[in-house]
Protein backbone atom coordinates (compact mmCIF):
# COMPACT_ATOMS: atom_id res chain seq x y z
CA UNK A 1 0.00 0.00 0.00
CA UNK A 2 2.83 2.64 0.70
CA UNK A 3 3.65 1.96 -3.03
CA UNK A 4 0.24 2.94 -3.87
CA UNK A 5 0.13 5.65 -1.87
CA UNK A 6 3.75 6.99 -3.45
CA UNK A 7 2.38 6.93 -6.84
CA UNK A 8 -0.76 8.64 -5.95
CA UNK A 9 1.54 11.01 -4.24
CA UNK A 10 3.70 11.78 -7.16
CA UNK A 11 0.18 12.28 -9.73
CA UNK A 12 -0.96 14.62 -7.63
CA UNK A 13 2.14 16.35 -7.28
CA UNK A 14 2.06 16.32 -11.39
CA UNK A 15 -1.12 17.02 -11.39
CA UNK A 16 -0.49 20.31 -8.77
CA UNK A 17 3.20 20.76 -10.89
CA UNK A 18 1.11 20.64 -14.42
CA UNK A 19 -1.70 23.46 -12.37
CA UNK A 20 1.11 25.56 -11.77
CA UNK A 21 2.96 26.03 -14.65
CA UNK A 22 -0.40 26.59 -17.37
CA UNK A 23 -0.90 29.00 -14.12
CA UNK A 24 2.38 30.56 -15.51
CA UNK A 25 1.76 30.31 -18.19
CA UNK A 26 -1.48 32.25 -18.34
CA UNK A 27 0.19 34.81 -16.21
CA UNK A 28 3.16 35.24 -18.33
CA UNK A 29 0.79 35.66 -21.81
CA UNK A 30 -1.74 38.23 -19.63
CA UNK A 31 1.46 40.84 -19.02
CA UNK A 32 2.67 39.79 -22.22
CA UNK A 33 -0.60 40.79 -23.93
CA UNK A 34 -0.87 44.29 -21.13
CA UNK A 35 2.69 45.14 -22.18
CA UNK A 36 2.19 44.63 -25.82
CA UNK A 37 -1.17 47.14 -25.70
CA UNK A 38 1.06 49.65 -23.02
CA UNK A 39 3.62 49.66 -25.96
CA UNK A 40 0.61 50.61 -28.35
CA UNK A 41 -0.50 52.87 -25.86
CA UNK A 42 3.17 54.89 -25.84
CA UNK A 43 3.86 54.35 -29.77
CA UNK A 44 0.83 56.32 -30.38
CA UNK A 45 1.64 58.79 -28.02
CA UNK A 46 4.79 59.28 -29.41
CA UNK A 47 3.51 59.57 -33.21
CA UNK A 48 1.15 62.15 -31.92
CA UNK A 49 4.05 64.07 -30.05
CA UNK A 50 6.34 64.01 -33.43
CA UNK A 51 3.60 65.23 -35.44
CA UNK A 52 3.10 68.36 -32.69
CA UNK A 53 6.93 69.08 -32.52
CA UNK A 54 6.20 69.01 -36.69
CA UNK A 55 3.46 71.31 -36.45
CA UNK A 56 5.67 73.50 -34.48
CA UNK A 57 8.37 73.60 -36.64
CA UNK A 58 6.13 74.06 -39.61
CA UNK A 59 4.48 77.33 -37.52
CA UNK A 60 7.79 78.55 -36.42
CA UNK A 61 9.55 78.41 -40.10
CA UNK A 62 6.30 80.59 -41.34
CA UNK A 63 6.37 83.37 -38.81
CA UNK A 64 9.93 83.47 -39.34
CA UNK A 65 9.18 83.59 -43.13
CA UNK A 66 6.65 86.25 -42.66
CA UNK A 67 8.59 88.36 -39.76
CA UNK A 68 11.82 88.29 -42.57
CA UNK A 69 9.46 89.46 -45.38
CA UNK A 70 7.71 92.43 -42.98
CA UNK A 71 11.67 93.38 -42.03
CA UNK A 72 12.34 93.39 -45.72
CA UNK A 73 9.35 94.97 -46.32
CA UNK A 74 10.37 97.68 -43.72
CA UNK A 75 13.89 98.02 -44.95
CA UNK A 76 12.50 98.69 -48.20
CA UNK A 77 10.41 101.42 -47.39
CA UNK A 78 12.86 102.95 -45.14
CA UNK A 79 15.42 102.57 -48.12
CA UNK A 80 13.21 104.31 -50.55
CA UNK A 81 12.14 107.10 -48.34
CA UNK A 82 15.99 107.78 -47.52
CA UNK A 83 16.72 107.97 -51.35
CA UNK A 84 13.41 110.37 -51.77
CA UNK A 85 15.04 112.65 -49.08
CA UNK A 86 18.48 112.59 -50.87
CA UNK A 87 17.07 113.66 -53.97
CA UNK A 88 15.00 116.45 -52.64
CA UNK A 89 17.83 117.23 -50.36
CA UNK A 90 20.12 117.66 -54.09
CA UNK A 91 17.43 119.12 -55.57
CA UNK A 92 16.99 122.21 -53.26
CA UNK A 93 20.84 121.74 -52.80
CA UNK A 94 21.11 122.48 -56.49
CA UNK A 95 18.23 125.31 -56.88
CA UNK A 96 20.29 127.17 -54.19
CA UNK A 97 23.31 126.98 -56.27
CA UNK A 98 21.47 128.44 -59.38
CA UNK A 99 19.78 131.14 -57.12
CA UNK A 100 23.26 132.10 -55.97
CA UNK A 101 24.89 132.54 -59.35
CA UNK A 102 21.42 134.10 -60.84
CA UNK A 103 21.84 136.88 -58.17
CA UNK A 104 25.77 136.93 -58.36
CA UNK A 105 25.12 137.46 -62.07
CA UNK A 106 22.59 140.14 -61.53
CA UNK A 107 24.88 141.84 -59.45
CA UNK A 108 27.88 141.37 -61.11
CA UNK A 109 27.17 141.30 -64.70
CA UNK A 110 30.14 142.79 -66.30
CA UNK A 111 32.26 139.79 -64.36
CA UNK A 112 30.16 137.11 -65.80
CA UNK A 113 30.63 138.48 -69.18
CA UNK A 114 34.46 138.79 -68.41
CA UNK A 115 34.45 135.43 -67.22
CA UNK A 116 32.42 134.26 -70.22
CA UNK A 117 34.43 135.44 -72.82
CA UNK A 118 37.60 134.00 -71.34
CA UNK A 119 36.12 130.30 -70.61
CA UNK A 120 35.28 131.01 -74.58
CA UNK A 121 38.64 132.00 -75.92
CA UNK A 122 40.21 129.18 -74.06
CA UNK A 123 38.07 126.28 -75.28
CA UNK A 124 38.17 128.14 -78.97
CA UNK A 125 41.96 127.87 -78.57
CA UNK A 126 41.98 124.28 -77.90
CA UNK A 127 39.68 123.14 -80.24
CA UNK A 128 41.92 125.03 -82.95
CA UNK A 129 45.26 122.87 -81.73
CA UNK A 130 43.34 119.47 -82.78
Same mark, same amino acid.
Do not use: W, Y
Given at each position: ?????????????? =??? &? /????? !???????? +??? *?? %?????????LQ??????????????? =??? &? /????? !????GA?? +??? *?? %??????????????????????????????????????????????
Open positions: MSGQHEIGSIAGLA =ARL &A /EELQR !AKDNIARS +AGS *AG %EDLAVQLHQDDVTAIQNTIGAFGK =AAG &A /ETGEA !ASRMAG +AEA *AH %EFAADARERAHSMVGGFEEFARRNPHCVLGCTLGLGLILGLMMRKR
